[in-house]
Nanobody, 115 residues
Framework: QVQLVEAGGGLVQAGGSLRLSCAAS????????MGWYRQAPGKQRELVAMMTSGGNPNYADSVKGRFTISRDNAKNTVYLQVGSLKPEDTAVYYC?????????WGQGTQVTVSS
């Protein structure tokens, strides 16, 4: 089994920044993809950013240039530096790990951006 534990959400003013982290534990394969999705009230869950274990990132167009994903494979941890935050970035941010055709999810961490 795989467990994902997120940290770093909170309340921030527009234009501010946060750093989210997600630590994976359990049966983690060498080759996987880790990253973040988010879900705002009344909306579907959407991709924010994902990164392969080889370091290749994939960003949603809405966050390019503002968010930066990184990971530490030795710690099975993925980070998301979120900057230039906008009220529309308010959502629950979920950590995701994809390996061997399976998807695993964290409990989510709330990010609220005030205008």
């Amino acid at each position: 089994q795989v467990q994902l534990v997120e940290a770093g959400g909170g309340l921030v003013q527009a234009g501010g920044s946060l750093r989210l982290s997600c630590a994976a534990s359990g049966s983690i394969f060498r080759f996987n993809t880790m990253g973040w999705y988010r879900q705002a009230p009344g909306k579907q869950r959407e991709l924010v950013a994902m990164m392969t274990s080889g370091g290749n990132p994939n960003y949603a167009d809405s966050v390019k240039g503002r968010f930066t994903i990184s990971r530490d494979n030795a710690k099975n941890t993925v980070y998301l530096q979120v900057g230039s935050l906008k009220p529309e970035d308010t959502a629950v941010y979920y950590c995701a790990l994809r390996q061997n055709l399976n998807d695993y999810w964290g409990q989510g961490t709330q990010v609220t951006v005030s205008s």
